[in-house]
């Protein structure tokens, strides 16, 4: 489009100040003339890719006329333009199956949000203080490729980069960029990381991938601590796949549970079992113990498990029925019947994610799963595990808590993860980040990390930006897609993929390699770019050993398991700013607006707490407080708290609002592969004062009881 022609100004009051003018004429908004030839009245549908998760789900967006606030060439105006006015699943892309999630709806709100950082601005108070100069684009790139340039010469850790893992290419410009310029790796970093899982499938799969479950034909699923309906890996598509397993011939499928607190997941299973944390690994070592020793199965059906697996091909001695009761608190005679279940029901699945890996064993839990499945012969077959061909599987991720600890960026690139709010501040990273010289951010809002940033790039809106995703999960065939911009970008913005060529073209020394792309746009259309799926290969390993998880905390100090989750609104945090995913009420709890902490109600009693009283939750590490939910879906020796809220800078909406769990998490790690094991703090809790109005339940209260029982104790 032509800006000059663009920036004709048709009138100046009317209606359109009347808008935002609030009265004062120096805030009144111009009108420009349409840049669009739109049809009033008529909607079309445009394709798109959901960004609130790493699932890559395509969505339709609704595209009609309207009026938008904008900012051209730093003028505030009002334009009538083609518009997103709502999204919906995409029928014709395979994970998401015509179906969108609660955050996918919300999505749209990322467009319009109040608070968007709508022009490039550089710091100009101190650091922290949120003092921003609005700047020009060549100034911001000319900043950034100078501060670049300065670093390069200091060697490969100088230059860091931090980012959300992206589905896509964009991915792909991150990691070409650093390589051109000398820095080392990104790190894709997220609070509730999968990688112990992947480096798992890399060992006993081939495959550095998450994988899909086809729910949809599987008889029996026991799934060991992934809330794959909620929040966990693609759980929209797996959400799809266990509708159609829940219908028709396959009424008769069972789900079971395995988990220390009922999750979503968990709320929709035939079976919940409740077993000690971190002890996943050993029920389903005990389960295919039972398989050897009665003869379903014979341990030569899983080679890959034999190499993995210490004491497999023995038939694994050391986790008879006895010995998981002594690790885990499962009675032999649930471990039996669960055996049962799985020589009758076929095809029959484990699953295993979330909390059951972020353990000091999560390791060796991931490898036992696997054996499981590879003993059941469920890898690759029909109701079984299977993993979405991918142009580019994920590469391993770097660990962030490295490069804290080294300490010597000059220039840090922060790409929407948000580390100051999701790493435990005994990981030191805020101490860290105040400390790099040049922090420049490339996301759309300000946050607890960005809000530090000296350079703010912000990138357009998924929907008015080339996208493209290569979803790692929720497929059986490839879900590969790209789509162009749904809208035109509303502010002065630019897509990332974007700044970081230009910044390439900036540069005093030139990248190299060098990035042959002109734009964004042609990296997500160059077909060049798109190599055959890799191979599924068996990677021998010397065996590894189960063994119970170890927590940080003495037991005596604190007697308590801690459990974080992430939070079917807000995920780790991310989605907070949206105001929609903050009026969504919990689905098991109804709150909203709020954090709680979950409790089961002997240990409410033993403690003196009552429903919304607000309770301390101390570990070695901190104190956090919360509102008290009790829940008997939670064990005594539990207690849960969802992330998401507690930031300290994030939009108007989630801004100082509920409380923080990360805050108490221990630097504590995987022993086998040293991702943080967030579920590995003991905490204690004790009453802090009496309810305050800070839980905020859609039901009134967590459970309703009928009028002839109140006052009835
Ligand atoms: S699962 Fe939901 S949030 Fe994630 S990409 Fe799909 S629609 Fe978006």
């Known amino acids: 489009m032509d800006r000059r022609r663009f920036l004709k100004v048709t009138a100046v009051t ?72 709502k999204l919906e699943g995409d029928p014709d892309h395979a994970p998401s199956r015509g179906r969108l999630c609660v955050r996918g709806q919300a999505a749209v709100q990322v467009t319009y949000h109040p608070d968007r950082l709508v022009a490039p601005m550089k710091r100009i108070g101190e650091r922290g203080a949120g003092q921003f100069a609005e700047i020009t684009w060549d100034e911001a790139i000319a900043t950034l490729a100078a501060r670049i340039d300065a670093a390069r010469a200091a060697g490969p850790s100088a230059i860091a980069y931090v980012g959300r893992p992206h589905p896509g290419r964009r991915a792909l410009v991150v990691e070409r960029f650093l390589a051109g310029i000398g820095a080392a790796g990104p790190n894709w970093y997220e609070p509730f990381d999968d990688d112990v899982l992947r480096r798992a499938n890399a060992i006993a799969f081939g495959r550095h991938q998450l994988p899909t479950f086809d729910l949809e034909h599987a008889r029996l699923v026991v799934n060991f601590g992934a809330d794959i309906l909620g929040t966990w890996n693609a759980p929209l598509a797996h959400g799809v796949a266990y509708g159609r397993m829940r219908r028709g011939a396959r009424e008769g499928a069972m789900w079971v549970q395995v988990e220390p607190r009922v999750s979503q997941t968990g709320a929709s299973a035939d079976l919940w079992i409740a077993i000690r944390p971190g002890t996943e690994g050993a029920v389903a070592l005990g389960v295919a113990h039972i398989l050897m020793r009665d003869g379903h199965r014979a341990a030569s059906a899983a080679p890959r498990a034999a190499a993995t697996i210490d004491g497999w091909s023995r038939g694994l001695p050391d986790f008879s029925p006895e010995a998981v009761q002594r690790l885990s608190g499962l009675s032999p005679n649930r471990l039996a019947q669960l055996a049962h279940e799985f020589t009758t029901r076929t095809p029959a699945v484990a699953i295993v994610g979330g909390q059951a890996l972020a353990h000091t064993n999560g390791f060796a839990q991931a490898l036992a799963v696997n054996a499981l499945n590879e003993l059941l012969g469920a890898v690759g077959t029909p109701g079984g595990v299977h993993f979405t061909p991918m142009a580019s599987p994920r590469p391993a991720a770097r660990d962030l808590a490295e490069v804290i600890r080294a300490g010597t960026s000059a220039v840090l690139i922060v790409d929407g993860a948000n580390p100051v709010h999701t790493l435990p501040p005994s990981r030191r990273s805020d101490a860290w980040l105040r400390s790099v010289p040049f922090i420049v951010s490339l996301g759309s809002f300000l946050d607890d990390t960005s809000s530090l940033a000296d350079l703010l790039l912000p990138d357009h809106s998924f929907l008015e930006s080339w996208v493209d995703a290569d979803p790692e999960s929720g497929a059986l065939e490839s879900a590969r897609r790209s789509a162009g911009p749904a809208m035109r970008p509303l502010y002065d913005t630019r897509a990332t993929g974007d700044v970081l060529l230009q910044v390439a073209a900036a540069l005093a020394q030139p990248l190299d390699p060098p990035m042959p792309w002109a734009s964004f746009e042609a990296v997500v259309q160059d077909s060049t770019l798109a190599p055959a799926p890799p191979p599924m290969a068996a990677t021998t390993n010397s065996p590894a050993q189960w063994v119970p998880p170890s927590f940080d905390g003495a037991v005596e100090q604190f007697p308590l398991h801690f459990l974080p989750y992430a939070s079917q609104a807000f995920g ?85 609002r509920g409380a923080n769990p990360f805050t108490v998490l221990a630097p504590i790690a995987d022993t086998a592969t040293g991702v943080h094991a967030w579920a590995a703090t003991r905490v204690r809790i004790a009453r802090a004062t009496a309810a305050d109005g800070r839980l905020i339940l859609f039901g009134g209260a967590t459970r309703e009881r009928p009028e002839h029982l109140r006052g009835r104790g």
């Not at 009026?583 to 098991?588: F, H, K, R, V």
């Not at 607000?614 to 064990?635: K, R, Y």
Request: charged fraction near 15%; glycine fraction near 12%; include cysteine.
């Open 572 to 656: 780790d945090g991310a989605t907070a700013h949206l105001p929609w995913l903050q009026e969504l009420p919990d689905p098991l709890t109804t709150a909203m607006w709020s954090t709680w902490v979950e409790v089961n109600p002997r240990t409410a009693e033993q403690h003196g707490i009552a429903d919304g009283d607000i309770v301390a939750i101390t570990s070695a590490h901190g104190t956090v407080e919360a509102p008290a939910v009790l829940s008997p879906g939670i064990g005594p020796n539990t207690v849960a708290m969802p992330a998401g809220q507690g930031h300290g800078t994030y939009t108007r909406f989630a801004s100082g």
């Open 14 to 85: 009317g209606t359109t100040a009347a808008l935002s003018a609030c009265g004062s004429p120096e805030n009144q908004l111009v009108r420009f003339i349409p840049d669009d030839a739109i049809t009033p009245g008529i909607a079309q549908w445009k394709p798109s890719i959901c960004p609130l998760c790493a699932a890559g789900c395509g969505v339709k967006a609704r595209v009609m006329d309207g009026d938008a606030e904008v900012l051209r060439q730093g003028t505030a105006g009002v334009v009538r333009a083609a518009l997103v006015k």
